[in-house]
């Protein structure tokens, strides 16, 4: 089992709609929870924190759920410009001394 | 403020050969993290360093080395190149602070190694 696990894509799907990524984890003593986005060919770009508490930023919105040792990313009302490449982020450590990436999914959004 | 900064951009190895990638972190930050990605994939952990002092290390072969300098900036060394070491090499800093925010990593555009 892979120790981060993400929806495997790719997601098509047209402007304005509602979009949920999930992504799970394997080891209970993860520390800190991302949510980043890579475009073609560039570096990955933080997108969000996750905390158990939830969070939102605008059209996203995080989620965390230690017990079930699953995130979700929720994008609503999508733009073309939202598709990229979203990756979950798991750190096992204070300052990521083991940080593990999802594989990612691959979002298209259509006009 | 300048980001991470990464050198070269592109590098065309051929098998056998060693290379040298630099990386500086955003002013402030005391930890780099070296990773690897190849195309269709998500990066895979290298290495850590804080303050000069490796602390964590993915499942690479022993021909892969790094280090940390006194003003932060990093090398990441690989030795006897392997076709299968292509890919785009990705460095990005951290502050290292208590909270979750700390961990929060900021990548560089990456050095794309060809090995030929």
């Known amino acids: 089992r892979k120790e981060v696990e993400q929806d495997p894509g790719p997601f098509n799907v047209p402007e304005g709609a509602t979009v949920a990524f999930n992504c799970t984890y394997s080891n209970s003593a993860s520390q800190s929870f991302f949510w980043y986005r890579q475009d073609c060919r560039k570096e990955p770009k933080l997108l969000m924190s996750?905390?158990?508490s939830g969070n939102e930023d605008g059209r996203f919105t995080a989620q965390l759920n230690r017990a079930s040792q699953y995130i979700s990313l929720l994008i609503r009302d999508s733009k073309l410009s939202d598709s990229a490449t979203y990756l979950c982020v798991v750190n096992m450590g204070t300052g990521g001394f083991k940080t593990i990436f999802g594989a990612g999914t691959r979002l298209f959004v259509k006009a | 403020d300048a980001g991470v900064t990464q050198s070269p951009t592109h590098l065309i190895k051929t098998r056998g050969q060693h290379v040298t990638l630099r990386c500086s972190p955003i002013?402030?930050?005391?930890?780099v993290s070296w990773y690897q990605q190849v195309l269709g994939q998500g990066p895979q952990f290298i290495f850590q360093?804080?303050?000069?002092?490796?602390?964590g290390r993915g499942n690479f072969p022993d021909r892969f080395s790094a280090r940390q300098f006194p003003n932060y900036s990093s090398e990441l060394n690989v030795n006897a190149l392997l076709l299968g070491d292509s890919a785009l090499y990705l460095c990005?800093?951290?502050?290292?602070?208590?909270?979750?925010?700390?961990?929060?990593?900021?990548f560089g555009p990456g050095t794309r190694l060809t090995v030929l």
């Open positions: 002013s402030g930050h005391k930890s």
């Open positions: 996750v905390y158990s």
């Open positions: 990005a800093s951290s502050l290292i602070q208590r909270g979750s925010q700390g961990d929060t990593q900021y």
């Open positions: 360093y804080y303050e000069k002092e490796e602390r």
